[in-house]
């Protein structure tokens, strides 16, 4: 933050707001609910609900977990990724693919990344994952908090996660499993 603080001298919700638009940019080209359901309800953001940790909640084990809940979020942010790879590592990845398609070759997209910095099993196949967002390598919103799920045999970054990055921006439409 202190980084993105120096070079931007805006706040912290300008901050939000800017890498929302990053990420979420292409999800307002290549996505939309056409259905009027009027019971829509916006998901909270991963970063201001965490769960609560269980005592001795965790995988068998956990290291290998956490090695593969990291591999999931590179793979996840990474832009040299295929889009068939990063279903196959987010919860119901064939439900959200349409969203993961909109970020195929956007240039904005291609610039966004992220650092896992901290895992914490709060259940054997549920974790918080505290990762810094980067935009063009730069740290622009550092201690954020998603969730990984272990999904068939899989840690992934969870649809929750997603839909959190989603609901950060007020221009984002609806998006299919959020």
């Known amino acids: 933050m202190v980084i993105a603080m120096a070079h931007t001298r805006h706040s912290r919700g300008a901050v939000w707001a800017a890498a929302a638009v990053l990420v979420l940019g292409p999800l307002a080209v290549g996505c939309s609910d056409d259905s009027d359901s009027g019971s829509a309800t916006s ?3 991963a970063a201001t609900s965490p769960a609560s940790p269980t005592e001795g909640a965790g995988p068998a084990d ?3 977990a956490e090695d593969q809940i990291e591999e999931s979020w590179d793979v996840f942010f990474d832009p ?3 889009t068939e790879q990063k279903v196959a590592v987010l919860e119901n990845g064939e439900e959200l693919r349409p969203a993961l398609a909109a970020f195929s070759g956007d240039q904005n ?5 992220a650092e ?3 895992v914490e099993f709060t259940s054997p196949t549920e974790a918080e994952v505290t990762y810094d967002l980067l935009v063009d390598g730069v740290v622009v919103l550092p201690d954020t908090l998603g969730t990984a799920v272990e999904e068939d045999g899989v840690w ?5 996660a997603l839909c959190g990055l989603v609901s950060l921006s007020n221009d984002a439409p609806s998006v299919p499993g959020c």
């Open 62 to 64: 956990p290291a290998a």
């Open 43 to 45: 998901p909270t953001p």
């Open 80 to 82: 040299s990724t295929t």
């Open 109 to 113: 997209a291609a610039a966004v990344g």
């Open 156 to 160: 992934k970054v969870s649809q929750k």
């Open 116 to 118: 896992v910095t901290g």
